[in-house]
């Protein structure tokens, strides 16, 4: 497998295994990542994450020529960017919106997008694996 490839793999499990309790416990789940949000350093540090999965993103992508690598480039180059600014510089705009977006779910509603998100992720792992 190619680096791409073992990046594609995890990242889609990533996807799956970080959504999936909100099929079960929506309202747990919510309140878990709200925590996330709660102080700049915080905020920072998860920013810290982003940016070093869009970096891992853009090392695996140079490898190769393929679509693939393309739109993991161009992807890595956003969470980059959105790591960086985003929730570094900007912590406080980011948690509020954050903050705002969250709250706004209902618990159908985010079972819904948990069951959606865990299917995709799990796409995206099958996909990686097939590369």
Request: net charge positive; hydrophobic share 60%.
């Amino acid at each position: 497998m190619t680096p791409l490839a073992i990046i594609v793999v995890v990242f889609g499990l990533l996807i799956a295994i970080t959504r999936a309790p909100f099929i079960v416990a929506p309202s747990a789940t919510r309140t878990f990542y709200m925590k996330w949000f709660e102080t700049d350093g915080r905020m920072r540090g998860l920013g810290v994450f982003v940016l070093a999965i869009g970096v891992v993103l853009i090392w695996a992508s140079g490898t190769e020529e393929s679509t693939l690598a393309k739109v993991a480039f161009g992807f890595g180059l956003f969470m980059t960017v959105l790591g960086a600014v985003f929730f570094m510089f900007l912590p406080t705009p980011a948690r509020n919106l954050a903050n705002k977006v969250w709250s706004s779910f209902s618990d159908p509603m985010l079972r819904v997008l948990g069951c959606v998100a865990v299917i995709f992720g799990l796409a995206i792992a099958n996909y990686g694996m097939s590369l």
